[in-house]
């Protein structure tokens, strides 16, 4: 029989307030309860389905990719630090949860932060980009599902502002119970999500 079992990186009891008529801050705390862990420190084809008599669901550890802990933003042309610094983002809790159903793993990721504006003032609107990444570590490891997403955060002349963003649409094949103790969700700030695309060459 299949162990089902959620598996969360906070304490607290889950709330039973609809999604609909939540805020995404309200969703983070009914989804994962009243608080959550603090932030730790710290692309390939996917795996077939396990068959469900080897599937034992676990919920990976949510971990910060390194160098994507935090995200600052400088004056054009000008490097983020000092007086030229406008603004910085940080990590400050995650959550997760997982679910497995027809062979498949779905879950839910939190993430909690703040932006605080620097000297130079940070614009009225920051975009904040974060990657969440689902991988299997090893010799090589292998990329299981990756997606950006971005929250928008108003800021005020308090300059602190915290940010909430909650990932649910994270669906990735479950692994076979010997490899699931190999997966990560690793997240961070990805700037490089907030460029667009270089326009597509004209075929001559």
Request: hydrophobic share 40%.
């Amino acid at each position: 029989m299949l162990r089902a079992a959620v598996a969360l990186s906070i304490c607290g009891s889950l709330l039973a307030t609809p999604a609909a008529a939540q805020s995404i801050t309200d969703r983070f705390k009914s989804l994962f309860g009243g608080s959550s862990e603090p932030a730790p420190s710290g692309a390939a084809s996917a795996p077939a389905p396990a068959s469900e008599a080897e599937v034992e669901l676990t919920c990976p550890e949510v971990s910060i990719r390194p160098g994507a802990s935090t995200y600052a933003v400088g004056l054009p042309g000008k490097p983020a630090s000092g007086n030229d610094l406008r603004f910085q983002a940080t990590i400050g809790r995650t959550a997760r949860e997982c679910n497995l159903g027809d062979g498949m793993v779905k879950a839910k990721i939190g993430i909690q932060g703040r932006v605080i504006a620097g000297p130079a003032g940070a614009p009225g609107n920051v975009d904040v980009p974060l990657r969440v990444a689902v991988v299997q570590e090893g010799v090589q490891p292998k990329t299981i599902f990756t997606k950006l997403y971005q929250t928008r955060v108003t800021m005020t002349a308090d300059g602190n502002e915290p940010f909430t963003l909650v990932a649910e649409d994270i669906v990735y094949p479950a692994p076979s119970a010997a490899a699931g103790d190999a997966y990560v969700f690793y997240i961070g700030f990805d700037p490089q999500g907030l460029k667009p695309e270089p326009p597509a060459r004209k075929r001559k």
